[in-house]
């Protein structure tokens, strides 16, 4: 029973949590707010996913907001000067793709603790993004082509959970089921084990970083999508919640462990969690105390990994 809560008691307080809003929030059930919250959870999931995939690997990424905004300012830009859609979620998913790059090389190569790599690519990232903009943002009636990638249905499922969904068992058979993912998992685990055993441990450091940039910019280009803007702060409040999903969901499922389910189902109870509040009737900043509270618990319950990743040199 022990073992049990231990694994499965914060998912089982989540389905709790879930319950206790079905019953009290006024119009919490309701299929728009229920699809609300699952699009929602989309977008954190995602971008928490990426956080995942680092914090495997046993390095922090605190660029991801940044790094999506400026994603989310060119894919729009491109859109905004009629280019073709493809080209613009081309060039969004690219720009996610050479900050990875970036992060990695720095931590890597230039060895830069990812702590200060991150934070300053977060500041290039920022500052590119309004250079772009000039500090406005871009919003039009963009086409159909691009907004349906977030606002349409497909087999009457939300585009956006089918991303999700498609991201999440992408980044799950990657880590449980090919090599590259346990190479991931035992350099994050014991790095210099893992390199005398063998394991090219600074490429899965660049990969783990390389995926994270790439899920920034899927993140930003669903966003973009959903919106119709484009602004170079756009998911700057996603990075707490991001970092919070992913320390909530190594309180369950794996826990002490940064994992893929678990960080998923903690995106979603967070989302319940805001959503829920605001039906009830809580102050706008009621939310940002309770981030901080589940932030806290997480990291004193089981946060050895991050802890890891935050204060090596």
Not at 130 to 137: E, K, L, R, S
Not at 162 to 175: E, Q, R
Not at 278 to 290: C, E, P, R, S, T
């Amino acid at each position: 029973m022990r073992e049990i809560i231990g694994r499965y008691g914060t998912a089982l307080a989540g389905l709790v949590l879930i319950v206790f809003f079905v019953a009290f929030a006024p119009n919490f059930a309701t299929t728009m707010n229920v699809i609300n919250v699952l699009k929602d959870t989309s977008f954190l999931a995602i971008l928490a996913l990426g956080f995942t995939l680092a914090l495997i690997v046993s390095e922090l990424d605190l660029s991801i907001a940044e790094v999506a905004s400026l994603s989310a300012v060119v894919t729009g830009w491109l859109i905004q000067g009629q280019q073709h859609p493809a080209l613009a979620v081309t060039a969004g998913l690219l720009v996610g793709l050479l900050c990875g790059a970036a992060n990695g090389y720095g931590v890597t190569v230039l060895r830069v603790p990812s702590l200060i790599m991150t934070l300053g690519i977060a500041a290039i990232a920022k500052g590119f993004a309004f250079m772009i903009t000039q500090g406005v943002a871009f919003v039009g009636r963009w086409p159909t082509g691009f907004t349906g990638l977030a606002r349409g249905y497909s087999f009457g499922i939300p585009n956006l959970v089918l991303w999700l969904t498609a991201v999440t068992l992408l980044t799950y058979g990657l880590i449980k089921w090919t090599r590259t993912g346990a190479h991931m998992v035992a350099t994050g685990e014991a790095d210099e084990a893992a390199r005398l055993s063998g394991i090219a441990t600074s490429r899965m450091k660049r990969i783990g970083l390389l995926l994270t940039g790439l899920c920034a910019g899927i993140t930003a280009v669903l966003l973009a999508a959903n919106l119709s803007s484009a602004a170079p702060n756009m998911a700057g409040d996603y990075l707490l919640y991001a970092i919070a999903a992913v320390l909530l969901g190594m309180t369950m499922f794996e826990p002490g462990k940064p994992n893929i389910p678990g960080t998923v189902f903690a995106a979603l109870v967070l989302k319940v969690l805001g959503n829920g509040l605001v039906l009830m009737g809580a102050a706008y900043y009621v939310q940002d105390i309770v981030l901080g509270v589940i932030i806290i618990g997480s990291v004193a319950f089981s946060a050895s990994a991050l802890k890891k990743a935050a204060f090596k040199v």
